[in-house]
């Protein structure tokens, strides 16, 4: 079996194991006993976070003069939302590529451009929250978390800064270009390239782009915070912030789907500093997950919907 395969499978098996090793019918209770009024205010922060997250994508995209429409968009990544919920680090909103191509008319280079600038931007912002909110577990985390927290941020920024040049980046790529592509795609390759840059957005975007996922991680974490209150989890908001970024970033190590497991292990370590039992946490970690499927729903009912016409 390749590696690949099996890597998925280690946080399912964390999951499992954190499953029985709490008492089952606690966490039944727990589930039990949840303040509806809570559940469903975080029911309206999830719609909320949908729409965050499509308008985040919907304002790169029309930036890269991408003629989206907002329903169209919005579509879009709840079909994204039910790919990237059963495949590892959420890689299934590559299919907004494909969806830039098929419905915009667009190549390719134009769709991985959109991604990588939005994925780029997303992980840049997440690891900001993280490194911010961090010093309340500056006795607990170790100090090479934050300092590879801040290499990993300013490398990536750096790297999109720097590959933002078309010219710079094709005096890199020309010898190879040259030597190892077959000759046969290399039009091809040349015009993926091109598109790739085509209609890229002027650096003073990128803070916009960046405030933007900001306040979209925000509004993801208030579900969160709402689903914990909702189980008598009485923590302030504050350490929240400082808690999920974290867990949010373990949980796209690509050993596991959609973060389960390596997620549900960090919670359970960091908001135990608060005197927050496993079985409270593992509740509200399923919960979040119930309510993650939502929008995943949706998106397959998109899926065979659009598939019926």
């Not at 290499?151 to 270009?177: A, C, N, Q």
């Not at 957005?201 to 509004?219: A, E, H, T, V």
């Amino acid at each position: 079996m390749k590696v690949k395969k099996i890597l998925p499978l280690i946080g399912i098996g964390i999951f499992l194991y954190i499953l029985f090793r709490l008492d089952f019918r606690r966490i039944l209770s727990e589930l039990k006993n949840i303040r509806i009024e809570f559940l469903i205010v975080a029911l309206i922060f999830l719609s909320l976070s949908v729409l965050s997250q499509t308008f985040k994508w919907f304002i790169i995209a029309r930036t890269q003069k991408i003629k989206v429409r907002f329903p169209e968009a919005l579509k879009a990544n709840l079909i994204g939302e039910f790919y990237g919920f059963i495949t590892p680090s959420k890689v299934g909103s590559l299919t907004r590529m494909a969806y830039i191509k098929k419905c915009e008319g667009y190549n390719h280079g134009k769709g991985a451009s959109n991604y990588v600038l939005e994925k780029i931007l997303d992980v840049c912002s997440l690891i900001f929250l993280a490194v911010i909110f961090s010093f309340v577990f500056q006795k607990v985390l170790p100090q090479t978390f934050v300092y590879y927290s801040v290499v990993l941020f300013f490398i990536l920024f750096s790297l999109l800064i720097f590959f933002r040049d078309k010219e710079r980046t094709k005096k890199i790529f020309r010898g190879i270009y040259h030597k190892f592509i077959p000759k046969k795609i290399k039009q091809k390759v040349k015009n993926g390239f091109n598109s790739f840059y085509e209609d890229m957005p002027q650096k003073r975007f990128f803070l916009i782009f960046f405030i933007i996922n900001l306040i979209n991680w925000i509004i993801l974490y208030l579900f969160s915070f709402f689903i914990g209150l909702s189980l008598s989890i009485n923590v302030p908001f504050f350490y929240f912030l400082a808690i999920l970024p974290i867990a949010t970033l373990v949980g796209l190590i690509p050993i596991t789907i959609s973060g389960l497991g390596t997620r549900e292990a960090t919670l359970i370590s960091l908001f135990g500093l608060f005197g927050i039992s496993a079985t409270k946490v593992f509740s509200m970690s399923i919960l979040s997950l119930i309510g993650g499927t939502i929008p995943a729903i949706i998106g397959i009912f998109l899926i065979f919907r659009s598939r019926s016409k």
